[in-house]
Nanobody, 123 residues
């Protein structure tokens, strides 16, 4: 069992930067692929980025490529999503997820989920 707790979401302005965090605990979590998803109001949850614990497999959605950076800190058991050049289209609840190393961009690929953290970007 893996537990995920997100933090760091808040209201920001267009063009701002923000880092959200995910604290990970439980058995064997270092063997999982870690991912960020987001869900905007009235929309389905969508893949944002993923990373393994040694940073050799990172993937990004086209909508965030070049603006967002996913990283992990194995010593602190944390996963981060650094977001730059934020726009109102980035407004969403951001979720941390964990799944097998074969996981890709589908929600169903991931077994464990956090409760989410709200990011609101105003113009």
């Amino acid at each position: 069992q893996v537990q995920l707790v997100e933090s760091g979401g808040r209201s920001v302005q267009t063009g701002d930067s923000l880092r959200v965090s995910c604290t990970v605990s439980g058995h064997g979590f270092r063997f999982y692929l870690m991912a960020w998803f987001r869900q905007a109001p009235g929309k389905e949850r969508e893949f944002v980025a993923s990373d393994n614990w040694i940073g050799t497999v990172t993937n990004y959605a086209d909508s965030v490529k070049g603006r967002f950076t996913v990283s992990t800190d194995e010593a602190k058991n944390m996963v981060f999503l650094e977001m730059n050049s934020l726009t109102p289209d980035d407004t969403a609840i951001y979720y941390c997820a964990a799944g097998p190393l074969s996981a890709r961009w589908r929600e169903t690929d991931y077994q464990y989920w956090g409760q989410g953290t709200q990011v609101t970007v105003s113009s």
